[in-house]
């Protein structure tokens, strides 16, 4: 949703109207004698680059931890997913946020996953899907259709295993026991009822150091949800 909040504080007419995932997707990676947070004082953390995603999420996990990350550990820029695992291999940093599915070649280099920061009680809009304001105005009954067959499918991912796990494997060469554990991190994050927050948007005007005066309610809309799950 950082586009998404970045093009409404600067005049685009678009709304989010749904979010399936309202907390940070990252797991924390680490060499493995790292075994709890405050292991990290002191040590390189690989990010993709400043004024990223990751970098913001990591800075806010390690705040929740009580360190401040401008003073107890060093950010060091080295790029995409694959480049953050490679020095994390090669000890050239000694961890690093990724993404879920990265969990199993975590595991298999002997890494340690350190925490998972949608464990964090931290609102903040991941996964969202956005239309035009005008499009809501002008065609609403589309819009609805759209929105209740994508949550329709959402309820069906979380609801059936044994027929998405057999689709997954279509796209991967991991083993059954690894897209379980790939299909059962992802089920924990996806919301069934999907109603986007003024909290997940908050943080994300925070991270961008937008303008404070940008009302999170400005960009979202609930109004396609029953009125007893809005916030």
């Given at each position: ?117 949608s464990d964090l009680d931290v609102e903040y809009a991941h996964y969202t899907l956005v ?66 927050t003024p909290g997940g948007v908050q943080t994300i005007i925070r991270s961008l150091k ?22």
């Amino acid at each position: 949703a950082v586009p998404v909040v970045a093009a409404v504080a600067s005049g685009i007419d678009l709304k989010i109207i749904a979010v399936f995932m309202n907390r940070f997707n990252y797991v924390m990676a680490t060499l493995p004698e790292l075994q709890k947070p405050q292991d990290l004082k002191g040590k390189t953390l690989a990010i993709s680059r400043f004024g990223s995603g990751d970098e913001f999420a990591t800075r806010e996990a390690l705040r929740r931890w009580g360190m401040d990350p401008d003073k107890d550990v060093r950010m060091l820029q080295v790029g995409l997913t694959v480049a953050r695992m490679a020095a994390l291999q090669g000890r050239h940093v000694q961890a690093s946020l990724l993404s879920p599915p990265q969990i199993v070649e975590v595991q298999r280099m002997g890494l340690n996953v350190l925490a998972d920061l949608s464990d964090l009680d931290v609102e903040y809009a991941h996964y969202t899907l956005v239309t035009r304001g005008s499009l809501i105005a002008e065609n609403r009954a589309l819009v609805e259709r759209f929105l209740k067959a994508y949550v329709d499918g959402i309820k069906f991912h979380r609801a059936h295993p044994e027929a998405v796990i057999p689709y997954l494997r279509k796209f991967s060469k991991q083993n059954d026991a690894e897209l379980k554990l790939v299909y059962e991190n992802l089920r924990k994050r996806i919301r069934e009822d999907p109603v986007p927050t003024p909290g997940g948007v908050q943080t994300i005007i925070r991270s961008l150091k937008a303008d404070k005066e940008l009302d999170p309610r400005r960009v979202i809309d609930t109004s396609f949800f029953p009125a007893g799950t809005r916030k």
